[in-house]
């Protein structure tokens, strides 16, 4: 049994290892500031990345329409900086997940702001009357480089994480994933 434990751990700790340098990986991407497709087709590969409870997640391809719809109707095409954003849609179950990824090097205004939730309201709407999908939790979340320069903003996001939409900036997204990571490991560790 013992032996069994340790070579366990071993085995935990190479995966974590591994996930530790996606993780640093993309975080390599997001320094060159490359491309858009680029950062979020990985991200959608590794949707851990965002936080390990998503492991399961995978990207929503039944969607497409949906979304391109809703993101006309939020005006999300008008505005240069968030027609050239990165989304991705992940399901698991009965939960859906838009992620706006804006352009690193990009601060985030109440303009975008104001179209992510009108967005995301517009999807949840949309769902409704899909109900074959299955999907009865929207929830979503916007990254950017910059959140909290704009006066007024915190309200404004604390407000958005009440209804289930969430921001947060790329560092602190690469940085919590190496921290959930890390404090697993030390866990192991420490069991081990």
Do not use: C
């Not at 858009?36 to 492991?55: Q, V």
């Amino acid at each position: 049994l013992v032996e069994a434990r340790a070579l366990n751990a071993l085995n935990i700790a190479e995966v974590i290892k591994l996930k530790v340098e996606v993780v640093r990986e993309l975080r390599r991407r997001i320094e060159r500031k490359d491309v858009e497709n680029s950062i979020r087709d990985f991200i959608a590969k590794n949707p851990w990345l965002i936080a390990g409870r998503w492991e399961l997640f995978k990207k929503e391809t039944r969607l497409d329409r949906l979304l391109g719809d809703a993101a006309k109707e939020a005006g999300l095409d008008a505005d240069p900086d968030m027609a050239k954003r990165i989304d991705l849609a992940l399901s698991s179950g009965k939960q859906l997940l838009i992620l706006e990824f804006m352009r690193p090097g990009l601060s985030l205004n109440h303009d975008h702001v104001s179209r992510f939730q009108l967005y995301v309201f517009t999807i949840r709407e949309k769902l409704r009357a899909e109900t074959h999908l299955g999907l009865a939790d929207v929830s979503g979340l916007l990254v950017a480089d910059k959140i909290d320069q704009k006066i007024g903003m915190s309200g404004l996001l604390e407000s958005l994480a009440r209804e289930g939409m969430d921001a947060t900036t790329w560092d602190v997204l690469l940085k919590s994933a190496e921290l959930e990571f890390e404090e697993y490991l030390d866990i192991l560790v420490e069991r081990s």
